[in-house]
């Protein structure tokens, strides 16, 4: 239920915040807080969707304007994902339809209204390009609204493999496929004019390379103006935002300042952009303790999927014994630790570890580390062994009250957890990003076959955005845009054809009339 509140409390904080007088029905011009209220009909996309929880923000923001007087029509396009398994994921989430209670039945789609899934961002540019959903090509449409978050794996600090000295985003293409996606969503901002590009992506985006004096961000912001948008940037961190988790990214808000659907004239650009920082400010709000939204044993539905993933980690770790040993390199580097902090290495491990089930479910690199990163630090809640000794443990505690918030997710994280003397699985990775994973689970009864897994469900939680924050960022740039109503622009086209029409009719009669006189 996490998104449903959080959007209530995000359109009654707009209120608190906006002046009375402020069209807050989601700035319809004229000022009239009953003008138009169904004029409005929005598409939506996404690229790189990964585990499309932008599905499930999107039905949250028309749940909470629905039931404050604001109905306003969503309508999924497509959604765009390279990988097999994620679109099997994507699809399964779409047509599920809404897992928050509710009989809005005009203002979300449902899942026969499910759009396309697309297989290659690079072809988004087109007018056809392959969908996994239809087994075809289909026709590329123009959304109303785009979400992104394209590859970050070039960007990013924790990418230890990444060429500091080279800006990504000016490369045709970069190994992890962070050039690839930027130039595929340049080539559907160009082909396709989105009105608004909710754009996300690590904060290293802005860091200084080299010796460069240009920036990757300079270079986003500066192609998309080139194309006719303007951008406000937003730094945020996921834990500012409601999520029990840190998760530091950039989020850029473009709006294309060509678009028939927003009026610049009554509202400037640096006007809505202003507005917009205001009721993004206002939807910050204090964590929730980490430790609180682990499943509890003690609930048969969380014990039930405890159990499933402690299963799945004693057959994975089954399958892994049963290989060749690789070389085991960390040896050196594990002693040279243990010796640092006056530890003797390969001393017994005390009984209660060792004989924990998710503990024997850990590699020989993976036990030691953990063992190592208890001495280094006992008070440490939260210990993500898949990195190297010295990496493990997290900084986690904000408060002298015992209040503990997550490190950032990561896609291939194996993250211990000190109070529950286990492993963090893949549907609280998910929950900590605030995806409702709990709430379709309860109506999906069970994950597509290639789907079906810890690391799955880990990867999507590592490589998704904070939602929250997209919802904060959703909700405050509707209320800000001085929105056009669809008569509006629809009245424009038939005066347009009125005057073709009239015109033809008085060329016909001219025409007629030389006739005559000839």
Request: hydrophobic share 35%; aromatic share 6%.
């Amino acid at each position: 239920m996490l998104f449903r509140s959080l959007a209530r409390e995000n359109l009654q904080g707009f209120k608190a915040v906006l002046p009375r007088n402020h069209p807050l029905a989601l700035g319809f011009v004229g000022g009239e807080q009953t003008r138009a209220m169904d004029d409005l009909e929005l598409t939506w996309g996404s690229c790189c969707s990964g585990s499309e929880g932008v599905h499930y923000v999107v039905e949250a923001c028309a749940q909470a304007m629905e039931e404050t007087g604001l109905p306003v029509t969503f309508q999924h396009a497509f959604s765009c994902e390279s990988n097999k398994a994620k679109r099997s994921w994507i699809a399964d989430v779409l047509c599920k339809g809404q897992v928050f209670n509710s009989d809005m039945h005009e203002t979300f789609a449902t899942h026969a209204e499910v759009g396309c899934i697309f297989e290659d961002i690079k072809d988004m540019g087109s007018e056809m390009s392959k969908c996994s959903l239809h087994g075809k090509e289909c026709p590329v449409p123009s959304v109303d609204c785009l979400f992104i978050g394209t590859s970050c794996k070039d960007l990013s600090r924790a990418n230890s493999s990444v060429d500091k000295s080279k800006l990504v985003l000016s490369q045709e293409s970069s190994r992890g496929a962070s050039a690839q996606t930027f130039r595929g969503m340049l080539s559907y901002c160009q082909g396709h004019r989105p009105t608004l590009v909710l754009f996300e992506n690590v904060d290293a985006i802005d860091d200084k390379v080299s010796s460069n004096t240009e920036i990757n961000l300079s270079l986003l912001m500066n192609a998309m103006k080139e194309l006719g948008y303007e951008g406000q940037k937003i730094m945020t961190d996921g834990q500012e935002f409601g999520l029990p988790c840190r998760r530091r990214r950039l989020y850029v808000m473009f709006i294309d300042k060509e678009s028939s659907k927003v009026d610049t004239q009554t509202k400037t650009l640096s006007q809505i952009f202003s507005t917009l920082r205001t009721l993004v400010t206002s939807c910050m709000r204090s964590p929730p303790c980490s430790k609180e939204c682990l499943l509890s044993p003690s609930e048969p539905d969380h014990l039930e999927l405890l159990e499933k993933a402690l299963g799945e980690h004693q057959k994975s770790a089954q399958k892994a014994a049963e290989k060749k040993a690789p070389p085991q390199t960390w040896l050196d580097r594990h002693m040279a630790y243990a010796d640092d902090l006056g530890y003797r290495w390969g001393s017994a491990v005390d009984e209660e570890l060792a004989g924990n089930k998710w503990y024997q479910t850990l590699s020989k690199r993976e036990a030691d580390a953990l063992v190592l990163s208890r001495v280094a630090d006992p008070t440490c809640e939260f210990r993500n062994v898949s990195q190297s000794v010295g990496r493990i443990n997290s900084v986690s505690q904000i408060d002298n009250k015992g209040k503990e918030v997550a490190p950032t997710m990561l896609p291939g994280q194996l993250m211990w957890v000190e109070s529950q003397q286990r492993i963090l699985t893949g549907y609280e990775a998910l929950i900590y990003q605030g995806f409702p994973i709990l709430l379709y689970l309860a109506k999906a009864r069970s994950l597509p076959p290639a789907c079906n897994s810890q690391s799955f469900l880990t990867d999507i939680a590592g490589n998704a955005m904070a939602f929250p924050v997209v919802l904060a960022i959703f909700q405050a740039t509707l209320a800000s845009v001085p929105w056009l109503p669809a008569h509006d622009s629809e009245d424009e086209d038939d005066n347009d054809e009125n005057q073709e029409e009239d015109a033809a009719d008085v060329e016909t009669a001219l025409a007629a009339l030389a006739r005559l006189q000839r």
